[in-house]
């Protein structure tokens, strides 16, 4: 167990140093595998779920010879876990979802800066931190999922049409407390400017079937099941019902259909968010965590990201994923995502007057 760790631990007192003690849990199993003679290691704290990363960590510890310690929980819970260790904290790596919560992170002084040729290369500019602090890993869309036997192809086209008194009770949408919600909401102010966009949002909620309830998937089978005629969801989350073993949960992807909106000539593109990473500024493994950070970045690790999470690579050149390739390619939206972590207050106030609740 390294200085820094048994210093944390003291510093922290005894409920923390439960929690550092897992760290050194996880890691003995890789200890065996990967002998004594390691490389070093590299500590994460995860809000993707294990099942969702670790076999990307478990490749990259067995190729480089690093052990890799994991923990996992909610993305509000672990950042407030790295604000309250402050420098004491043994994490060298912070993966959370949304470009909303990594400037969250970014702004509470949780992570620092760096420079990578290979994450540069890899990664759009506009898909990472314009000052290193942050990095996109895997990219989801926002957009509208409908009920093909209510609503026809025809009558859709862009996010700002769901505004449109057509829609009078016939749209589903999850909480405004929504970390997503908030960054479509917060593109629109880029897109849009303040006014539309307080106009969009008022004419959205005039237009909902029934209170913001539930998650993703609770919208898509709610659409399925005729309670709502569509809804916006993340595309992630429709590609993993195409892939479940509940054939219900297949038939709710056979009746629902995918729309990608603001396509036409001369609009911004459908709204893209990410799930990313950016080291910790308390990390003392800043070199393997380079290295993991460049790794999740090859064209493997994008792959199997893009069939087993059903994301989109953010390295170009790496095909749809399985689920969503019969939906076809799309225009993204390519506003810079750190827009979406500072236009957040602005956003939840405009959400909070129209009522969005």
């Known amino acids: 167990m390294s200085v820094k760790l048994c210093q944390a631990m003291k510093k922290q007192g005894r409920k923390s140093m439960l929690n550092y003690v897992g760290f050194a849990a996880l890691a003995s199993p890789l200890l065996l595998s990967t002998g004594l003679q390691a490389k070093g290691e590299v500590n994460i704290y995860s809000a993707r779920k294990e099942s969702l990363i670790k076999p990307a960590l478990d490749k990259f510890s067995e190729q480089n010879d690093v052990v890799v310690n994991l923990i996992t929980g909610s993305a509000d819970a672990l950042l407030s876990r790295l604000k309250a260790e402050g420098d004491a904290s043994p994490a060298d790596i912070f993966i959370t979802v949304d470009a909303g919560r990594l400037h969250r992170a970014k702004a509470a002084g949780v992570l620092k800066p760096i420079h990578s040729d290979v994450l540069s290369a890899n990664i759009p500019s506009h898909l990472r931190d314009s000052d290193g602090y942050w990095f996109g890993l895997s990219q989801r869309a926002r957009v509208i999922f409908y009920n093909p036997q209510k609503v026809s192809a025809k009558e859709l086209s862009t996010y700002e049409d769901l505004a449109d008194p057509k829609w009078k009770g016939r749209i589903c949408v999850r909480s405004s407390a929504n970390i997503y919600n908030q960054s479509l909401?917060?593109?629109?102010?880029?897109?849009?400017?303040?006014?539309?966009?307080?106009?969009?949002?008022?004419?959205?909620?005039?237009?909902l079937a029934r209170p913001p309830f539930g998650g993703d998937v609770d919208l898509l089978k709610a659409v399925s099941a005729g309670v709502c005629d569509l809804t916006l969801a993340n595309t992630y989350y429709y590609g993993r019902l195409g892939q479940s073993d509940s054939a219900d949960e297949r038939a709710v992807y056979d009746k629902v259909k995918l729309f990608w909106p603001n396509q036409a000539e001369g609009e911004r593109g459908a709204h893209v968010n990410v799930s990313g990473a950016g080291i910790t500024a308390a990390a003392t493994n800043i070199e393997n965590a380079t290295l993991l950070l460049e790794f999740l970045t090859n064209q493997a690790s994008q792959?199997?990201?893009?069939?087993?999470?059903?994301?989109?690579?953010?390295?170009?050149?790496?095909?749809?994923p399985e689920m969503l390739a019969p939906f076809g390619t799309f225009r993204a939206d390519t506003i810079s995502l750190s827009q979406?972590?500072?236009?957040?207050?602005?956003?939840?106030?405009?959400?909070?007057?129209?009522?969005?609740?």
């Open 185 to 207: 909401v917060a593109s629109m102010l880029d897109a849009d400017g303040r006014e539309k966009t307080q106009a969009w949002v008022k004419g959205l909620v005039s237009n």
């Open 303 to 320: 792959e199997w990201y893009a069939h087993v999470n059903n994301e989109y690579p953010v390295v170009k050149g790496i095909g749809a």
């Open 340 to 357: 979406l972590g500072e236009n957040n207050r602005e956003a939840v106030e405009i959400m909070d007057i129209a009522g969005w609740k």
